[in-house]
């Protein structure tokens, strides 16, 4: 190492950068979302994630180091810990779930066969975009498992040789538009029962998604959290025998 870097190891070389930063610029997004009522490029998420690469690149500027080495040595330690919560915060969805399980036993065919039936031509569809824009299939296998969550996309991508960070920016930015047009989506699909709403908002927009639902109503919302875990499953499922299918080789 040179001396610089010794010094920034010393300096920021802790878990507590990490945390206080990516809590620093999550409060910087909810700021900007309140004073902007909800204007949605300014989702918490979504600010977050820009504001905390900007301010990475920019300390690599600062410091003369390369932004890789200044994320794998200063920011990685405290934001693999961030990034182990997400586990059990997924796993709290499955709350809401079993709360409204009467309308699963009620509905479970419909449920399955449309959040399955729905992913399968969204993983076709992602593939032909990749193809028509001349992605590899390191690209390819990044951007199949966005329909999960963040938490359970990662390792899905690692699995079938994608690249989790670029799986994980997918998500976020997926979650975000999906938040941005979803009274519009919801309007030109004609989606107007809230058991169809908050399966296709939990489906397509994983938390964010969910968040947005429950702004619709109790049901729409408890069915957006059944989506979210549902549809995680689904993807462990299905993406690693679709990239074999399709050839996608690690």
């Not at 504001?51 to 003369?64: E, R, T």
């Not at 934001?79 to 969805?93: E, K, M, R, S």
């Not at 899905?156 to 976020?172: K, Q, V, W």
Request: hydrophobic fraction near 60%.
């Amino acid at each position: 190492m040179t001396a610089v870097q010794l010094n920034i190891m010393d300096f920021f070389g802790t878990p507590v950068f990490g945390i206080s930063l990516s809590i620093f610029v999550y409060l910087i997004g909810m700021w900007l979302f309140k004073i902007t009522n909800g204007f949605f490029l300014f989702q918490p998420l979504f600010v977050g994630m820009v504001l905390g690469i900007f301010s990475l690149w920019l300390m690599a500027k600062v410091f003369s180091v390369d932004v890789a080495w200044l994320y794998r040595h200063a920011y990685k330690p405290g934001g693999d810990i961030l990034f182990w919560f997400l586990t059990p915060a997924t796993i709290a969805f499955a709350v809401p779930l079993y709360k409204r399980n009467d309308i699963i036993k009620r509905f479970w065919l419909e449920i399955g066969l449309s959040l399955t039936i729905g992913l399968v031509i969204a993983l076709f569809g992602i593939y032909w975009v990749c193809k028509l824009f001349g992605l590899n299939d390191a690209g390819i296998a990044s951007l199949l498992p966005q329909a999960a969550t963040t938490a359970i996309a990662m390792p899905i991508a690692e699995a079938i040789g994608g690249n989790s960070a670029i799986t994980a920016m997918a998500c976020i930015v997926n979650a975000v538009i999906i938040y941005a047009l979803a009274n519009f989506l919801l309007k030109a699909f004609r989606l107007t029962e809230p058991i169809s709403q908050g399966l296709s908002l939990g489906s397509a927009g994983h938390a964010v998604g969910s968040a947005k639902a429950l702004q619709l109503g109790s049901v729409t919302g408890s069915m957006a959290s059944v989506a979210f875990v549902l549809i995680s499953i689904v993807v462990d499922l299905i993406v690693p025998v679709f990239t074999n299918l399709m050839g996608i080789t690690p």
